[in-house]
C-alpha cells in the first residue's frame, strides 16, 4: 500500500526557510509524478509545485516561483520543497501527492493525484 509521510514543517519568521520533505512508502517511486499542495484556512487547496517521475520536469505557482525549489531524490524515495522568503501568506498546511504516469517526463498543475498525504503545518510570523 503506497504511503505518503511529510515532514519538516513548523514555524519560522517572514523572510526565513524550511526544507518539507515527503517520505515515499511503496513500490516504484520513479515511476510516479509528485506535487506540493496547500491549503490555507477559509481557501481552497492550491498546487504549488509538481515535478516528473524522471526528475526532468518542473513546474511552479506563480505565488512562488523564484522561492520555492522542489526536488526529488529516486534512491532514497523522497520528495523535497525547499522554501525559502517565506512571507505570511505562504501559511497553510501543505501537502505532497503521487500520480503513476506512464510518461516520465511530465507532470500536471492539477487536482487529480492519486494519492495523498496527511499534510504538514507551515506557520510564518513574526
Known amino acids: 500500500q503506497l504511503q505518503l509521510v511529510e515532514s519538516g514543517g513548523g514555524l519560522v519568521q517572514p523572510g526565513g526557510s524550511l526544507r518539507l520533505s515527503c517520505a515515499f512508502s511503496?513500490?516504484?517511486?520513479?515511476?510516479?509524478?509528485m506535487a506540493w499542495f496547500r491549503q490555507a484556512p477559509g481557501k481552497e487547496r492550491e498546487v504549488v509545485s509538481c515535478?516528473?517521475?524522471?526528475?526532468?520536469?518542473?513546474n511552479y505557482a506563480d505565488s512562488v516561483k523564484g522561492r520555492f525549489t522542489i526536488s526529488r531524490d529516486n534512491a532514497k524515495d523522497t520528495l523535497y520543497l525547499q522554501m525559502n522568503s517565506l512571507n505570511p501568506e505562504d501559511t497553510a498546511i501543505y501537502s505532497c501527492?503521487?500520480?503513476?504516469?506512464?510518461?516520465?517526463?511530465?507532470?500536471?498543475?492539477?487536482?487529480?493525484?492519486?494519492?495523498w498525504g496527511q499534510g504538514t503545518q507551515v506557520t510564518v510570523s513574526s
Open positions: 501527492a503521487a500520480e503513476w504516469r506512464a510518461v516520465l517526463t511530465v507532470c500536471v498543475m492539477g487536482p487529480n493525484y492519486d494519492y
Open positions: 511503496g513500490f516504484s517511486f520513479y515511476k510516479y509524478a
Open positions: 515535478i516528473s517521475a524522471s526528475g526532468s520536469s518542473t
